[in-house]
């Protein structure tokens, strides 16, 4: 039973050349979600970024909102030195783990990279789940360790969709979501059936769309 689905965060809007949707809940007792997003729009396309603070509560959501002021702040379409800006701005916090992306709408590509356990798929138009790419994940913490940094570049068509989720989602949605589904459709899917009481939990939906 969801036992505090009156902290229930959503949201949904169209922002350059995406669709998007996001949900996100703290951990049951908790009054701030440790987990944050960012949808920046960028001369070339959009920024997307997913957050989760180290544990949760206040000092988790104050890391995860410093991880998310830097991504706003500095100037780069390139996750690498995303990355390696927040690592900088984090690491008086007790850190994070972050996954993000650029999609160039111009050049129709979505560039990716996972630190921690931030997972993402690219789920292609009109197929079904099994016909995804997955986000490759290194180990690390943003503010602590960072492993050798390496980002993935895909080719991206009209109505293919991107979806982050942190640890607090159970990863056993796999027949429930498609590209056939709105962003909306798939984030309130997901948070109502798979969302954890026992972590705080945040899951986007971005469709891109050719403008």
Same mark, same amino acid.
């Given at each position: 039973m969801?036992?505090?689905?009156s902290?229930?965060?959503t949201?949904?809007?169209?922002?350059?050349?995406?669709?998007?949707?996001i949900?996100?809940?703290?951990?049951i007792?908790?009054?701030e979600?440790?987990? =944050?997003? /960012?949808?920046k729009i960028?001369k070339?396309g959009?920024?997307i970024? *997913?957050? %989760?603070?180290?544990?949760?509560? +206040?000092?988790?959501a104050?890391?995860s909102r410093?991880?998310i =002021?830097? /991504?706003?702040?500095?100037?780069?379409?390139?996750?690498?030195s995303? *990355?390696? %800006?927040?690592?900088?701005?984090? +690491?008086n916090?007790r850190?994070?783990v972050?996954?993000?992306?650029?999609?160039?709408?111009k050049e129709e590509?979505?560039n990716w990279?996972?630190?921690?356990?931030?997972?993402?798929?690219?789920? +292609?138009k009109?197929?079904?789940?099994?016909?995804k790419?997955?986000?490759?994940?290194?180990?690390g913490?943003?503010g602590?360790?960072?492993?050798?940094?390496?980002?993935?570049?895909?080719?991206?068509v009209?109505?293919d969709?991107l979806?982050f989720h942190?640890d607090?989602?159970?990863r056993f949605?796999?027949?429930?979501?498609?590209?056939?589904?709105?962003p909306?459709?798939?984030t309130?899917?997901?948070?109502?059936?798979?969302?954890?009481?026992s972590d705080?939990?945040?899951v986007?939906a971005?469709?891109?769309?050719?403008?």
């Amino acid at each position: 039973m969801n036992l505090n689905i009156s902290k229930l965060y959503t949201a949904s809007d169209q922002s350059g050349c995406i669709d998007w949707s996001i949900a996100k809940r703290p951990k049951i007792g908790e009054e701030e979600c440790g987990d =944050d997003f /960012l949808i920046k729009i960028c001369k070339t396309g959009v920024l997307i970024a *997913v957050v %989760d603070g180290l544990g949760h509560g +206040k000092n988790a959501a104050t890391a995860s909102r410093k991880a998310i =002021d830097s /991504l706003k702040n500095f100037n780069s379409d390139n996750p690498i030195s995303l *990355v390696k %800006d927040c690592h900088q701005n984090l +690491k008086n916090t007790r850190g994070a783990v972050v996954s993000l992306a650029y999609i160039d709408c111009k050049e129709e590509t979505i560039n990716w990279i996972g630190i921690g356990n931030v997972h993402g798929v690219l789920l +292609k138009k009109g197929v079904s789940y099994q016909h995804k790419e997955n986000l490759y994940l290194r180990g690390g913490v943003v503010g602590y360790t960072l492993p050798v940094l390496q980002s993935a570049m895909l080719p991206i068509v009209h109505g293919d969709t991107l979806v982050f989720h942190t640890d607090g989602v159970k990863r056993f949605y796999s027949d429930e979501i498609s590209t056939k589904k709105k962003p909306n459709e798939i984030t309130e899917l997901i948070s109502n059936n798979n969302f954890l009481d026992s972590d705080d939990a945040l899951v986007l939906a971005a469709r891109f769309k050719r403008k």
